[in-house]
């Protein structure tokens, strides 16, 4: 079965926002160390956002690294830095050749030189192009967001800049990493885990949720498919009743 072709190109989720998880029980599953794993979740990455782009998903936010990341094995956050310069460099043509731009959301500069480093040449180099805007999710927990959030907005207040008398949700929205990104209408999570991990918990008040039981490095294009169809499918009432969504 054709799954792309079952898509309605008219109702595409604007942005996808996807918590790759499972590469470390996919590497032990294969009898291999967890680095395995995430290098081979860089295949699910190319994948993911080639098809993301070829549907005309506007924005596609992966979560790469939170800040709880840290507390693992040094050698698994050393390779995983090391990673991510490689992976950016060498995915930087296809990013061009794709017309998709790259942007980052977390506490960036919080990251070990090397990674900050190519992370903001490949921001720089991509940053004309207007197909797609994948977003790597760095160093990023949604409390810190928050945190960071109501410190801009106490500074502001302070300087007369913000009147907290008129503080709401749309004022939030301004202070977020995401201010300048839609909120995603599609949340995934791969390896069968049925939780937010700390990501983007303010922007997916109103997001699909779709969990699958498959390992991230083995979640490819028809995958994806299957959970735009599953969110098509689905009656988005945003607090309505469903009578009134026909009105």
Request: aromatic share 8%; proline share 3%.
């Amino acid at each position: 079965m054709d799954l792309k072709s079952s898509i309605d190109l008219k109702k595409l989720p604007k942005h996808i926002a996807i918590i790759m998880d499972g590469n470390g029980r996919w590497a032990k599953k294969n009898g291999k160390p967890r680095v395995f794993g995430h290098q081979n979740g860089v295949k699910s990455v190319r994948e993911v956002t080639e098809a993301s782009a070829e549907l005309g998903i506007e924005y596609l936010t992966l979560y790469a690294f939170s800040t709880e990341n840290w507390s693992r094995p040094v050698i698994e956050v050393n390779a995983l830095m090391g990673l991510l310069v490689e992976t950016i460099r060498k995915e930087l043509k296809t990013l061009n050749d794709n017309n998709i731009r790259l942007q980052a959301i977390g506490d960036l500069k919080q990251l070990p030189e090397r990674s900050h480093k190519a992370l903001l040449e490949g921001i720089e180099n991509t940053k004309n192009n207007t197909r797609m805007t994948l977003v790597l999710a760095l160093n990023y927990s949604s409390k810190w967001e928050m945190t960071q959030a109501v410190k801009g907005m106490i500074k502001d207040a302070k300087a007369g800049i913000l009147d907290e008398t008129t503080l709401n949700d749309g004022t939030i929205d301004k202070y977020l990493a995401t201010k300048d990104i839609p909120d995603p209408e599609l949340l995934i999570r791969t390896s069968g885990e049925m939780r937010i991990s700390n990501f983007l918990l303010w922007q997916i008040a109103y997001s699909e949720l779709y969990f699958t039981e498959l390992f991230w490095p083995d979640f490819r294009k028809d995958d994806l498919y299957k959970a735009i169809i599953n969110y098509q499918n689905r009656e988005r009432r945003f607090g309505k009743i469903s009578e009134q969504l026909s009105l």
